[in-house]
């Protein structure tokens, strides 16, 4: 995740978010700051729904929001404080606790939202070219506003100092540098004066030049202008596992010819082993083997059964465990589910690939799916969707019978995930 949001009321975190999300980004809305993130997020928007909470309660709600992206110094995110573009709520103190957070040394504030008529000159916010006070959002019934000068609504929170970048300045070509002397004094905050969207692209290409560390404080108007680079992970090709719990012969077919012709490692899985130990350490080697194969960017297939003698052992095994077929199906299913579950905690994949009626659904539960998608049919008979509520979200799944398909049908699988969802 490169991008972190911090919004203080729900339609604030949407109307920034979907700037991001019109350009590409998968953005993702929090409802809660202790919610689960989801690891395929590109952005990722928290509301702590602070608006209306004291200061100190609305900066102790965006410190625990921010706390987990700074335990640890690497791949830390740019942090944006989504604020109101007419300042209501507490914005002195909300950017205070993101400095304090995140360790940043600027408080970039570019509020503006031109389009909307919601401008900043000399310091000053504007609502449709009359200083904010003037305007009816001086008297908001839950938080009204003292004062039209930004620095002045931002002291009375906060002990920060502001500086201001006049218009000359953000239009000029030392941007980036005014802001990096400004950095050498200590953390501050800098509003910037912003009359047009292209005020706001100068700042938000000064900001990526800048080696200080900094937090980005906006409304939606900022948030657009910021480049798709500095927010969107680049594409990557990544590669799919494929559960094969079926015995079919067609089933085994498919998965040597898909290895012939693709890099593909095969995790054979013992299936007595799994029926003699029902400890959770049986799986550890099988989910170990195969995040090895995926981190090495090659498809994997987990693999029950390679040849027809397994098929000939499955009476011997109900006998001498006391299963049913029925029951040794729903155990085996069981584990293969956890397995999956295990492997997708611990590599990227870019799909799955399920095969036989038992596995499919047993991996479902696994993930906590509570339905399935269909999008597309890859094959006759052979639907590609996505798990509904699942913990894998939007994960392009494919699902086919055991006995359906022909040779290729494993390999077309895998070749349409590619295309299709791995941005190539």
């Known amino acids: 995740m490169k991008l972190v949001v911090v919004a203080d009321d729900f339609t604030g975190a949407n109307d920034t978010g979907v700037q991001l999300a019109k350009k590409g980004a998968r953005t993702e809305v929090l409802l809660d700051e202790r919610a689960t993130v989801s690891p395929r997020a590109d952005v990722l928007v928290i509301n702590t729904e602070s608006r209306a909470l004291s200061a100190e309660e609305a900066g102790l709600k965006v410190s625990e929001a921010l706390r987990p992206f700074f335990q640890e110094k690497a791949g830390q995110p740019i942090i944006y404080k989504k604020i109101d573009s007419t300042f209501r709520g507490n914005v002195g103190a909300e950017i205070a606790a993101a400095m304090k957070a995140s360790g940043a040394m600027l408080a970039i504030i570019a509020a503006a939202i031109p389009a909307a008529g919601r401008t900043t000159r000399e310091g000053q916010c504007l609502v449709q070219g009359i200083p904010l006070v003037e305007t009816e959002f001086a008297s908001d019934p839950k938080t009204p506003i003292l004062s039209s000068h930004i620095g002045t609504l931002i002291g009375l929170q906060s002990t920060l100092p502001v500086y201001e970048a006049c218009l000359e300045t953000v239009r000029g070509n030392e941007l980036s540098v005014f802001l990096q002397q400004l950095a050498t004094k200590g953390p501050c905050c800098v509003v910037m004066d912003a009359e047009l969207d292209g005020d706001l692209v100068q700042i938000a290409q000064a900001v990526g030049n800048l080696t200080a560390s900094y937090i980005l404080v906006g409304a939606a108007g900022l948030a657009n202008a910021l480049p798709p680079a500095s927010y969107l992970t680049p594409k990557q090709r990544l590669p799919v596992l494929a559960v094969a719990g079926s015995m079919s012969e067609i089933t085994q077919r498919q998965i040597a010819y898909a290895a012939r012709e693709k890099s593909l490692g095969i995790v054979d899985i013992d299936v007595e082993t799994l029926l003699a130990s029902p400890e959770p350490e049986t799986l550890l080697p099988y989910v170990r083997a195969a995040v090895t194969v995926l981190e090495d960017r090659q498809h994997c297939v987990l693999r029950t059964c390679r040849d027809v003698g397994a098929r000939q052992a499955i009476d011997e095994l109900c006998r001498r465990y006391g299963y049913t077929r029925q029951q040794l ?67 392009p799944v494919i699902t086919k019978a055991g006995g359906f398909g022909n040779e290729t049908t494993l390999r077309d699988a895998l070749y349409f995930i590619e295309e299709m969802y791995s941005g190539k």
């Open 329 to 395: 199906g729903d155990y085996i299913g069981l584990r293969l589910g956890e397995i999956t579950r295990q492997i997708i905690a611990g590599a990227q994949i870019g799909g799955l690939f399920l095969t036989g009626g038992d596995i499919a659904i047993a991996v479902a539960r696994a993930l906590g799916a509570e339905g399935y998608r269909i999008a597309a049919e890859v094959a006759p008979c052979v639907p590609c969707g996505t798990f509904v509520n699942s913990e894998i979200d939007d994960l």
